[in-house]
């Protein structure tokens, strides 16, 4: 079982970031977290990076690249703080929350990175929506990710729409 550990105000953050009222354009955050292996997998977080206009090469309203230099920050501040990246982004509209056919395609590429350059460490990525949020983990196989049970916020534990899990050893159809 693995489960991301948020407090009810960095949660609070994360989604009023994430879903803001005043645009429809993706947004995206990172923590960098502690990984405590004791049984039940908990990503605990130590550092919070909340993404603005300046970290994106494109920010559309179904699509988000980070700029080189953010994406070095992170990897920089996870590497010297020994922890593993998470990755939130949203998709604004009124669907249900999981990954689309880019989100996927990408992943492919920037797990296998990240996890390369910060020594194999768990990486965890979130989307959330209006209406939810769905959840990938790659912390065993750097390309067929595992559930994420949830994220738990003062005792109460948030479940994922799991509809993303589904189809990493297929084809993707091309874009």
Not at 16 to 24: A, I, Y
Not at 60 to 70: C, G, H, M, Q, V
Request: with cysteine; net charge negative.
């Amino acid at each position: 079982m693995i489960i991301l550990n948020l407090d009810a105000d960095l949660r609070n953050r994360l989604w009023e970031h994430l879903l803001p009222r005043h645009t429809k354009k993706e947004q995206a955050a990172f923590l960098v977290c502690d990984v405590d292996v004791n049984g039940v997998t908990r990503f605990k977080p130590i550092d919070a990076v909340f993404l603005n206009q300046h970290d994106f090469r494109e920010q559309e309203t179904d699509y988000i690249e980070l700029t080189d230099e953010a994406r070095i920050n992170l990897i920089k501040r996870a590497h010297f703080a020994s922890g593993s990246l998470v990755e939130f982004h949203s998709h604004p509209g009124p669907w249900p929350a999981g990954f689309s056919i880019a989100d996927r395609m990408g992943l492919k590429e920037t797990v296998a990175h990240m996890r390369w350059r910060l020594k194999m460490r768990p990486y965890l990525a979130i989307v959330v929506s209006p209406t939810g949020y769905d959840a990938l983990v790659w912390h065993h196989d750097a390309k067929i990710p595992e559930p994420l049970a949830g994220i738990e916020t003062a005792g109460a534990l948030s479940v994922p729409t799991n509809r993303s899990l589904h189809g990493w050893n297929d084809e993707q159809p091309a874009i």
